[in-house]
């Protein structure tokens, strides 16, 4: 063998061993990488609601991922203690190990200051009722030179003085102001609404929520939150109605029962009586 020929050979081993080695390094990277991001191994989160924490631990634990408690709400239908929220949601795909943050309905009420109303506009009250965690209850009009004038502000039928601590989420009831040159309204559009949005609705339009009925789809909680207006009573844009008067709801998780209030005011026209 020559010289020529034998540094041929060392120089072609040495790359062929470079690329070699190279090649391992990549793919041992790559095994790295893909171990330490769990690459393809994502786990479905769970439905963590409605459950304690320390259920809710122990599903975490089988599904290799953790939990920790964040914040605390009170509602007031929910079993105390329970998980009222979660993020990220059930059914999401996380890695192995994510934190699922927790939002649990606390164990006792949260105490609210009760604000001052007096004065103010129905517009005006409702936002710093439901500022301060609070519910706007019924609304209570009497005779009086500027209608929707905050007058009296009442809780669990007494009157309640600014500054008193009440429990988050309870029902301020309104005495309001009721001149007679400004005194009608009309029932609003509330079909296809969820239950809160169709009572904020009604309160926009001074009127009040007589009575909430679900149907036979709506069996706990959970499904009354879901649930939405299917008829309401007296009809949207039936007829002038006197403000403080009253509206009944019906709700369903059915969404085919539901009309559309386009059609359906198609047709009152197309049945009305014209005069000649």
Known sequence: MNIRNFFFNRIT????????????????????????TRHNLEITVPDLTNITVAEAG??????????????????????????YRQNPKAGSKVKEGRRILLTINAINAKKVMMPNLIGYSLRQAKAEILSKGLQIGRLDYVTDIATNNVLRQFHEG?????GTLIESESRIDLELGLNNDDCVTYAPVVLGMKYRSAVEAVHDHSLNVAGIYFDETVLDYSDSLNAVVYRQ?????????????????FLTTDLDKVPDPEEMQADSLDTAIIPE
């Open 158 to 162: 007494a009157e309640i003085a600014p």
């Open 13 to 36: 081993a040495n790359i062929l061993a470079g690329v070699i080695l190279i090649l391992a390094l990549i793919f041992g990277t790559r095994v790295m990488l893909d171990k330490i």
């Open 233 to 249: 009573e007296p009809d949207y844009g039936e007829e002038p109605l006197l403000m403080g008067m009253d509206i009944s709801l």
């Open 58 to 83: 122990k599903i975490a634990s089988e599904k290799k991922i953790k939990i920790e408690v964040i914040d605390s709400v009170y509602v007031k239908r929910m079993g105390k203690g329970l998980v």
